[in-house]
C-alpha cells in the first residue's frame, strides 16, 4: 500500500466517521448541558479515549481476529502489512466472511433510514419511500434471502455471516430505539451526572459501530482504522461542544452519511463475492457524496426552504 493510497484511506475514514457521527454528536451535546462542569470534562476527556482506543480501535481487531483465528492477536493486527505468503493467504480466505457480513449490516442501514425513519428530504424520491414504510420488512428480507441463497454456492461461512450482519442491525437497531426513550428521561430532573455518563458511554459504542463496520470498505487494516475513525472521533467531540448548532444547520449532512453508507455497503458486498473493487473507490465515493450533500445544505442555508432536487 503506497503512501498515497494511506493518506486517501485515513481521509476517506475520517470524513464517513465524523458524517456518520453526526446524530451521535446532537444527542451527547444535548445531554451534556444537563450535567455538571466536572462531569462534562470527564466525559470529554475519559469519553473520548474510550472511544478511539477502546472501541474504535478494540472492535476492528476483534473483528478481524474473530474472523481469521490463525493470525492470532498480533497477526490480525498487523496482517494487511504483512509479506508473509500464510498470512495473506489467510486473509484472502477471511475477507469474504467479514465483508459480507459488514455489507448486509450497511445495506440494512440504509433501508432502514429511507423507508422508516424521519429525514430531511434531499431527493424527491426520499419522500417517496418515507410514505412506504410498510415495505421496509419485505425488502430487507428478500435482500437477505438472495444473498444468504448466493453465498451458500460459494462457502457457508458466507452464508451465516449475512445471517450474522443482518442480527446485528436488529441488535443495534434496538438500542438506538430505546436510546431515544432514554434521552428523553435523562433531561428529567433528578437523574444523576453518573446515568448520564453510563448512557452516553453506551450511546456512543452503539452508534461507533456504524463507522466500525463501515471501515472495513476501506481497508482491513487495523492500525489505519484506528488511525482513521479516532482523527473522526476527535472532530465530533469538538463538534459536539462547540458547533453542534452549526451541525444541525446542515439538513442534509446525515443524507450524506446515509448515502455513503449504501454504497460502502455495496462495495463490501460485491467484493466479498469476488468482484475487483478498487482501494481507491470507497475514499473516493464518499467524499463526493458527503461533498454534494454539504453543497445542498449550504445553498438551502442561503436560499431557505426550497424543493427537493
Avoid at 179 to 190: D, F, H, I, M, S
Wanted: one cysteine or more; hydrophobic letters at 55%; glycine letters at 8%.
Amino acid at each position: 500500500m503506497d503512501w498515497l493510497l494511506i493518506i486517501l484511506t485515513v481521509a476517506g475514514l475520517s470524513v464517513f466517521e465524523i458524517v456518520s457521527s453526526i446524530d451521535n454528536a446532537i444527542i451527547n451535546a444535548d445531554v451534556l448541558v444537563t450535567m455538571g462542569e466536572r462531569a462534562r470534562r470527564w466525559f470529554l476527556l475519559w469519553g473520548l479515549i474510550i472511544a478511539v482506543f477502546v472501541v474504535r480501535g478494540l472492535l476492528p481487531w476483534l473483528i478481524v481476529w474473530m474472523t481469521t483465528p490463525s493470525l492470532g492477536p498480533l497477526g490480525a493486527l498487523f496482517a494487511t502489512f504483512s509479506s508473509d505468503p500464510a498470512v495473506v493467504a489467510a486473509i484472502e480466505e477471511s475477507a469474504p466472511v467479514l465483508l459480507i457480513f459488514g455489507g448486509t449490516f450497511l445495506v440494512f442501514l440504509f433501508f432502514h433510514w429511507l423507508f422508516v425513519e424521519e429525514k430531511n428530504c434531499g431527493l424527491r424520491s426520499e419522500a417517496f419511500f418515507s410514505r412506504q414504510a410498510v415495505w421496509f420488512y419485505a425488502v430487507v428480507s428478500i435482500l437477505l434471502a438472495a444473498l444468504v441463497w448466493f453465498a451458500l454456492q460459494i462457502n457457508a461461512m458466507m452464508g451465516f455471516a449475512a445471517v450474522l450482519g443482518s442480527t446485528a442491525f436488529f441488535i443495534v437497531h434496538g438500542f438506538r430505539q430505546n436510546a431515544e426513550v432514554q434521552e428523553a428521561r435523562l433531561r428529567q430532573p433528578g437523574i444523576s451526572d453518573l446515568s448520564k455518563v453510563a448512557y452516553l458511554e453506551v450511546l456512543d459504542a452503539t452508534f461507533s459501530i456504524d463507522g466500525v463496520i463501515g471501515a472495513f470498505a476501506f481497508t482491513l487494516s487495523v492500525p489505519l482504522i484506528l488511525i482513521g475513525n479516532g482523527i473522526g472521533a476527535v472532530v465530533v467531540r469538538e463538534l459536539t461542544i462547540r458547533g453542534v448548532d452549526r451541525i444541525r444547520s446542515f439538513c442534509y449532512l446525515k443524507n450524506g452519511a446515509m448515502y455513503s453508507i449504501l454504497v460502502l455497503g455495496t462495495i463490501m458486498l460485491a467484493d466479498s463475492f469476488g468482484f475487483h473493487i478498487p482501494a481507491w473507490l470507497s475514499p473516493i465515493a464518499t467524499f463526493a457524496i458527503v461533498g454534494y450533500f454539504l453543497y445542498r445544505s449550504v445553498q438551502y442555508r442561503k436560499n431557505g426552504a426550497s424543493g427537493a432536487a
